[in-house]
């Protein structure tokens, strides 16, 4: 009789070991493996979500280099901050702060013309703009004199 109490002593450890330790590993295991291919689908379904991945990562590495551009001009590095600008433009030719940036430190090198070009691109692409209004008056007027 003691033999068939250990037996289902050893029995029933086994079974607790199983419900307790292996079965949730398992169950985990599937949701994990489920999860995954629903993300994978999801990415395969949806491109649309992954361009805008995309463009958000774009975005982000443009207003990058458009805030260490403007922190050139602060500086008084006008060229270095034109040539950052001019690579935001070949990634976006869009981008209307790359264009007033170009334009404005275009101003600071006392190349009007160059500016005025610029300061009016940013103008044509975001005809509310008002700081590139404001460079180009001033530009303008410096042509002037």
């Known amino acids: 009789m003691t033999i068939k109490k250990t037996n ?3 029995i029933r450890i086994i079974l607790e070991y199983l419900v307790f330790l292996i079965l949730p590993f398992f169950i985990f295991l599937l949701i994990t ?13 949806n491109p649309v979500d992954n361009k ?6 774009k975005t982000s590495e443009e207003n990058f280099l458009i805030n260490q551009a403007v922190s050139l001009i602060n500086q008084k ?14 990634m976006n ?4 702060a790359a ?12 190349k009007w013309d160059k500016g005025i070009e610029y300061c009016s691109k940013a ?5 509310n703009f008002e700081l ?3 460079n180009l008056n001033w530009m303008k007027k410096e042509k002037a004199k």
């Open 99 to 110: 264009y007033n940036n170009i334009g404005f430190a275009y101003g600071n090198l006392r």
């Open 123 to 127: 103008i044509e692409i975001n005809p």
């Open 52 to 57: 805008n991945m995309i463009k958000q990562k």
């Open 77 to 90: 590095k006008y060229q270095e901050s034109i040539d950052i600008n001019l690579k935001v433009l070949s």
């Open 132 to 134: 590139a209004k404001n």
């Open 93 to 96: 030719p869009d981008n209307s």
């Open 33 to 45: 493996i489920k999860n995954k291919n629903a993300i994978d689908n999801d990415n395969i379904q």
């Open 8 to 10: 289902s002593k050893k």
